[in-house]
């Protein structure tokens, strides 16, 4: 996210550039530095390296710089693989080697859950895969730019809202990191050129789809490019001319998008504008260890909440009695029954429910669960906490996109409803970027 007007704090100009040793890294990862006693915040810093860096705006008593030059590398520092790579706003740690990323990431985590006097029983071992090509859904701007002569397509660039110029992306899963030349000419011969804002990338296990972003009818002409494209790289093609509700595939009889679980034999079908987990290996590893860590037996009720489209519930269902999912999508709930039909399971379903309401309402409410999943968005499920204990649920497995409210859950768990912290631990589902996924264990005492 930019910066508002209120945070953007004054430019510097012309401001000599300073040295000093790099004392820690904070949570947005930038490096630490004190220099007669100024706090500069270094981009691309690690610690323990000495550095010069270039001082560019000062905010609330800080100064804000980035690396002008390393004089004492960290051990840790490593070779960016993206040349876009300090110009894109993507990835933000490539400079680190990914085992240390990891390590970061766990110590984050640990900080906040001390910060907060949350005490646990064991450390989970981390969730990892390969750094590279691991991103299979993504949002890429697109932009004719004439001063450099062709069509920008890529993200956006770090701390700005032009498109920066990518040649390629390592991180993105399949052909796709590799289709931006592609694209970018594309774009530049269609009719509607100034109309297509964006293309949102989507890779499955049978194939890959692109979705534009059309703000003006494709000419008959510009079908045709799209239909060659489509063709000439092995890619589903959809239009996209308003809300999600418009999204049209180029051909009717394209096949549906899937991922799979193999550990559960499971099939999960899905639109190119679904929610997905964003990175396959991790996303398997986590169902995974969630139901290990839920000890589902066979006669075992089990509630999942904030269940999308049944990523966690289906597999539940090869190893519980009976699961039920509750989420406030309507179209993935939907998604959701269908996939529990396409898999054989008749002992999950799915009601939709508002989980953020003050007063929360529903039929499982009503029930009776001795396992619960929770995976709820970045905000946490706070509105819902209170209302574990009278469900019966010994046994929580939470889910988190946000080690902030992970932890703020988890101090309400601990604290006033009876659950213990039994285990606890990250999963890296963004290598390069500043993301912590958490998974925790709660018992109740």
């Known amino acids: 996210m930019l910066p508002g007007k ?16 790099i004392r820690s890294l904070r949570n947005d990862g930038r490096g630490r530095m004190l220099v007669e006693g100024a706090e500069y915040l270094v981009e691309d810093a690690l610690p323990g390296e000495e550095v010069i860096a270039e001082p560019f705006r000062k ?28 110009d894109c ?13 990891l390590a970061w990431k766990q110590d984050l985590l640990l900080d906040d859950l001390g910060a907060k006097a949350v005490s646990f029983g064991r450390l989970l071992e981390p969730i990892t895969s390969s750094p590279w090509n691991y991103r299979r859904r993504a949002r890429l701007g697109v932009k004719s730019v004439p001063a450099k002569g062709r069509v920008l397509v890529g993200f956006r660039e770090r701390g700005a809202p032009y498109i920066c110029d990518c040649r390629r992306c390592e991180i993105l899963d399949g052909p796709t990191g590799g289709l931006f030349e592609s694209l970018s000419e594309l774009v530049g011969r269609l009719t509607i050129c100034a109309a297509v804002p964006q293309v949102e990338v989507a890779q499955a296990d049978n194939g890959t789809a692109l979705v534009f972003r059309v703000l003006e009818p494709p000419s008959s002409q510009d079908l ?13 093609v959809f239009l996209q001319s308003g809300g999600l509700e418009t999204v049209t595939p180029l051909h009717m009889d394209q096949p549906g998008l899937f991922y799979r679980l193999p550990d559960f034999d499971l099939e999960m079908e899905f639109r190119p504008t679904d929610f997905v987990q964003v ?17 589902c037996r066979a006669n075992s009720r089990v509630l999942d909440l904030f269940c999308g489209m049944g990523n966690f519930s289906l597999a539940l269902g090869r190893r519980a009695g009976q699961v039920t999912g509750v989420d406030s999508d309507l179209a993935l709930i939907e998604r959701a029954g269908l996939n529990a039909q396409r898999n054989g399971l008749d002992n999950v379903s799915f009601e939709q429910g508002d989980l953020y309401q003050e007063a929360v309402a529903g039929d499982w409410l009503k029930g009776k669960f001795d396992r619960v999943l929770l995976d709820p968005p970045r905000a946490g499920a706070a509105q819902i906490l209170e209302h574990l204990p009278a469900l019966g649920a010994g046994r929580l497995v939470y889910v988190s996109c946000g080690p902030e409210s992970f932890v703020q859950d988890a101090a309400v768990l601990t604290g006033r409803l009876g659950y213990r912290l039994e285990a606890v631990g990250v999963m890296d589902m963004f290598p390069h970027t500043l993301h912590v996924e958490t998974m925790g264990l709660f018992v109740m005492e």
Do not use: W
């Not at 704090?9 to 000599?16: D, F, K, Y």
């Not at 045709?224 to 589903?236: N, S, T």
């Not at 990175?279 to 000890?295: D, H």
């Open 6 to 21: 209120a945070e953007m704090g004054r430019r510097l100009r012309h401001q000599a550039p300073v040295s000093g040793k």
């Open 89 to 101: 706003g993507g990835c933000r740690l490539q400079h680190m080697d990914a085992t240390a990323q």
């Open 224 to 236: 045709v490019e799209f239909e060659k494209f489509a063709r000439d790289q092995a890619v589903q």
């Open 59 to 86: 905010s609330r008593g800080r100064v804000e710089a980035r690396v002008q030059s390393v004089l004492v590398p960290s051990a840790d520092r490593v070779t960016p693989r993206c040349e876009a790579y300090g």
């Open 279 to 295: 990175n396959a290996q991790v996303n398997r590893a986590m169902v995974a260890r969630a139901i290990e860590l839920l000890e």
